[in-house]
Structures are given as structure tokens and as C-alpha cells.
């Protein structure tokens, strides 16, 4: 054995056998492999009533949420048509063929080439009196040229195409979770204003009954043009009212109209606000938002991205090891391009890398490596982000109970004020203002019960999308509710 055989087999055997961060690198490529950074969620949510528990409201799919049928039928009808959710699902195509675009280099490359030409070629007069006639050559040919990844930068740009296709495949489940929530609150929106102009309605038949009675009253010498007058004006602003209503509620159909992927029209209803219920789960443990929510895993899969794409930077500094072959034949005529051609082929062996490009590629590696720390601040971003969400629900969820209660009784009081105005009125206890004053108080009161009772049901869809319900869904399931 020569001294260079040893001492190749010497290298060989460091290789494999003794430097297994060398073999890490022929195995993946250069460039630092992914490690996720360090984050410390809370041990608990703020605003959670009780201990962590495993079980969360985010186990639920979103048909086991949401109990109005009509409610559910438009939700998934939604997840049918909804143009935001169909190009999220053309993106994800659109990387999973640039996965196979990057990957597609690993493997040799084959191409033909054909040619045609025709010629004359200057021979010099020392060699001779030689025809100097043009002639034709056709040549036919296949070639092979094939990158060695030796330093990864195909594994790395592989790596990280794989990673923008699972982002995409977050973003859709995003996109999923959003549009079930937004289907869901521009619905009890929806119902909240017709409860709305359902208490209009009630109040413009009472203020047109107020009018009737002060009518007689004033015609009957016993009250003044003014109490008149007054419940007159009531009556117009509750038929003002009646008729901004019916505009706000052709609008919120409209707006879910477009989230069903469909032009404008009449949307129908279900269960009616005062009758819409809600599961109670708890939020479940800190730890698990992190695998849960689409915008989180996303977050985490374009940092891989970016990692990888450091590791593509790096490689750009190493030269490219390639082999290239050729074979094919050559004529005076296309008729003899495949008989009695002669054979062209050759195989060659290259090495080719940078020396100096204006400090281009140490740009483009800084240039990588500040964008890994971007990401990694936008993943910790979106994780903060997520768990105000969470707290900013379970606060909701909480304090919409009390005001829940406290405007029910207001509601309530306020009934009973009315009446007793009335009866006072009627014999002669009290006056005109003191019936408008409690039929105006009143009605403002029934619409703020209402907006509270939609609070309440919106409170229950927002902490479901910020705890990434349907999270253990499939993607067949989630348009199917059982």
C-alpha cells in the first residue's frame, strides 16, 4: 500500500469513525442545525378561575361549540366556498411543488440537444490544394450533468422549502380557525340586531301607544300640546332607529354573505340570542398553546426556514463538485445522423467556486443571519401575543357574567317603572315626562342586555380561536360536523 492510499484510508476512517460533528455536516450540510429557542410560558393564564387542567375548550371541534344548526350549516359552508381559505389552499400547493422543485436537484439532470449546421472552413494553402466547400453537420445528443451535494446546500434548500410548505400548511389551519370564528360572531351579531330591532319595534308600539293616550288626553282638555309633542318625537327616533337597523342588519348579511363565498343575499337564522348557549370548559394548560395555535407553529416553521437558508449561505462560499457527460452522434446529413454517423461523447469532472465577488456572498450570510434573528423575535411576538388573547377572553368571559346579571335586573326595574308610570299617569299621580322618562330608559337598557348577551357568546368563540380550538381535528374533519 502507497503512503497517499494510506493516508487516504486514514482520512476516511476520521471521517466516518472519529469527527461526528464532520459526518453531522456531510450528513445535513453546513450551517447550524435547528434548535427551537428557549421560551418560558406562564404557569398559568391570567384571568383562569381554578387549577391548570389538562381538558380545554380548544378538545372540542367547533360543531361541539357552536349547538344553533343553522349556525353550523353556515359555517361549513363557509369552509367550502370561502375564497381566503381557497387560496391558502393553492399556496399550499404552490409549495409543496417548490419542495419538489429544490429536491430536484439531488438527482442527475438529463437533457437532448440537436443541432443543424452549415459551414466552410478557411484551410490554409501550406497544407495542400483542399476544397474549401461548404458543408453541413447535424449533431444529435443527450446530456448528463449531476451537482455532488457535498456541503448540503441542496439539503439545506430542501429543508427549507419543506419548511415554508408546513407553514402553509399552518397558515390554512389559520385561516380555518379564523374563518369558523368570524362566520360564528358576525352570526350572534347578526342575531344581536335583530333583538335590537325587535326591542325598536316594541318601543315605537308603545310610544305610538303614548301618543294615542296624551292624544285624548290633550283633545279632552286634560294635558298640554307639549306631552303631545314629546311623545311624538320619541316615536320618530324609535322609527329612525327601526330603519338604521334594517341597514346595519342588510350589511352584517352581506359581510357573512362574503364569508360564504357568495354574493350578497338573506342569511338565515337558528336559535335566537336569548336561547344561544355555550359550552364552559377550562383554557387548559399554558404549555399546550404552543403546539396548538396555527399561527404559533407557523411562526416555529419559518424559523427553520430561515435556519436553513444559513446553511445555504455557507455553502455558497464552498466550490461545486459536479460531473457532466455527453454522448451523441454526428453527420453531413440528418439520414446519417443515427447510421453511419460518427460517435461524440465526452465525460468531465468539475470544480468550480467564488474568489472574489465584492464581499456579495458574507452579505448574503449576514443578511440570513439577521433574518433568523427576526424570526425568532416575531415567534416570541406571536407566542405573547397569543397569550394576551387567552387572557383577554377569560377576563371577558368573567366579568360579562356580573354585567350580565346587573343589566337583567336593570332591565327588569326599569319594566316595572314603566308600568307604574303608566297606572300613576292614568290617575293623575304623575306626569307625561315622567311615563317618557321611563319608557326611554328603558329601551336603551334592553339594548344594552342584548349587546351583553352577544358579548358573551363572541367572549366564547374569540378564547376558542386564541387557544387554537380543533386543534387535533384532521383536515377531512374539519368541514364535516358529526
Known sequence: MTSRSLGALIVGVALLTGCASLRNKLLHGVGPDYQRPSVMPPEEFRGMLGPPEAASLADLPWWGVFGDPVLQGLIKEALENNYNLQTAVARIEESRALVGVAASQFYPQVAYQAEAARQREFIPPIFGPVANAPFNAFLGAVSVTWEIDVWGRIRRS?????????ASE???????????????????????????????????????????????????????KLSTSRAEAALDASAASIA???????????????LLGKHPESIPRGTALVEQTMPEMPPGLPSDLLQRRPDILQAEETMINANAEIGVAIANFFPTIGLSALYGNEASTIGNLFKNG????????????????????LEQYEAQKAFWDEMIAQYRETIVQAFREVSDALAAQAELVGERVAREKQVAALREAVELSLLRYRGGHATYLDVLDAEQQLYPAEDGLAQTQRDQLSAVVTLYKALGGGWNLSDADWGKPH
Do not use: C, H
Open 158 to 166: 430542501t429543508e427549507a422549502a419543506r419548511a415554508t410548505l408546513l
Open 170 to 224: 399552518e397558515a390554512r389551519r389559520g385561516v380555518m380557525l379564523t374563518l369558523v370564528s368570524d362566520v360564528a360572531t358576525a352570526y350572534f351579531q347578526l342575531i344581536e340586531l335583530d333583538r335590537e330591532l325587535a326591542i325598536a319595534r316594541e318601543s315605537a308600539e308603545t310610544y305610538t301607544d303614548t301618543l294615542e293616550l296624551f292624544t285624548r288626553r290633550y283633545t279632552g282638555g286634560t294635558d298640554t
Open 342 to 361: 460518427f460517435s461524440v461523447w465526452n465525460v468531465v469532472g468539475n470544480v468550480g467556486g467564488p474568489l472574489f465577488q465584492g464581499g456579495k456572498l
Open 244 to 258: 338604521a337597523l334594517k341597514r346595519e342588519i342588510a350589511q352584517q348579511e352581506n359581510a357573512i354573505s362574503v
